[in-house]
């Protein structure tokens, strides 16, 4: 059974950058067959598409967070790896991963989650 | 970016109940529209994708259907375990865009 795994520090200060890492385990983010994402929540609203990432390194970024927004992935630890800079209250959400449904496309469902990890934006 | 409208953002419902749910689509997204649940403090969990297909394991008293920009989501019979707050998300064009969550509770 494929599992996702999000770690990362849980409190980061404003105008520092989110780092975040999801392990997958039971599969190889190498396929060819999935693209891998990162979805967020602010506490008690709904849900934010930030990005996903293939295994080739190939990105597509919500424009909305575009600027400050990188995700990486690393295929020898089989984890991929989300970056947000300039972070303010706004950014305090509950983090997903997600893993796109096979077809080698963005444009996919999210088929399995993360359980997600709260990082705060506070002094 | 595709706005997706759902409604109503709240319903509550008796154990047995039929209950409905739309999402409209600000454009035409096809039939490329899934619906999640979430209940409290856990990860989204998918239950229908292309608008109308069960992934695999979820109960058939969930179902979906539509098309274009109009689109329906229903549970024939509410139990108490679908207490929980549902989502759609059109993944026609990027950037994926949800909808803003209808929860369910029991009356």
């Known amino acids: 059974q494929l599992q996702l795994q999000e770690s990362g520090p849980g409190l980061v200060k404003p105008s520092e950058t989110l780092s975040l890492t999801c392990t997958v385990s039971?599969?190889?983010?190498?396929?060819?067959?999935?693209?891998w994402g990162w979805i967020r929540q602010p506490p008690g609203k709904g849900l934010e598409w930030i990005g996903s990432?293939?295994?080739?390194?190939?990105?597509y970024y919500n424009p909305s967070l575009k600027s400050r927004v990188t995700i990486s992935v690393d295929t020898s630890k089989n984890q991929f790896s989300l970056k947000l800079t300039s972070v303010t209250d706004a950014d305090t959400a509950v983090y997903y991963c997600?893993?796109?449904?096979?077809?080698?496309?963005?444009?996919?469902?999210?088929?399995?989650w993360g359980q997600g990890t709260l990082v705060t934006v506070s002094s | 970016d595709i706005q997706m409208t759902q409604s109503p953002s709240s319903l509550s419902a008796s154990v047995g109940d039929r209950v409905t749910i739309t999402c409209q689509a600000s454009?035409?997204?096809?039939?490329?529209l899934n619906w999640y649940q979430q209940k409290p403090g856990k990860a989204p969990n998918l239950l229908i994708y292309?608008?109308?297909n069960l992934e695999a394991g979820v109960p058939s008293r969930f179902s979906g259907s539509g098309s274009g920009t109009d689109f329906t989501f229903t549970i024939s019979s509410l139990q108490p375990e679908d207490i929980a707050t549902y989502y759609c998300?059109?993944?026609?064009?990027?950037?994926?865009?949800f909808g803003g969550g209808t929860k369910v509770e029991i009356k």
């Open positions: 292309d608008a109308s």
């Open positions: 039971s599969d190889s983010i190498s396929s060819s067959s999935y693209y």
């Open positions: 997600a893993r796109h449904s096979v077809g080698g496309s963005p444009l996919k469902p999210f088929d399995y």
């Open positions: 990432i293939y295994y080739s390194g190939t990105t």
């Open positions: 454009q035409d997204i096809r039939k490329y």
């Open positions: 998300q059109q993944y026609d064009n990027l950037p994926l865009t």
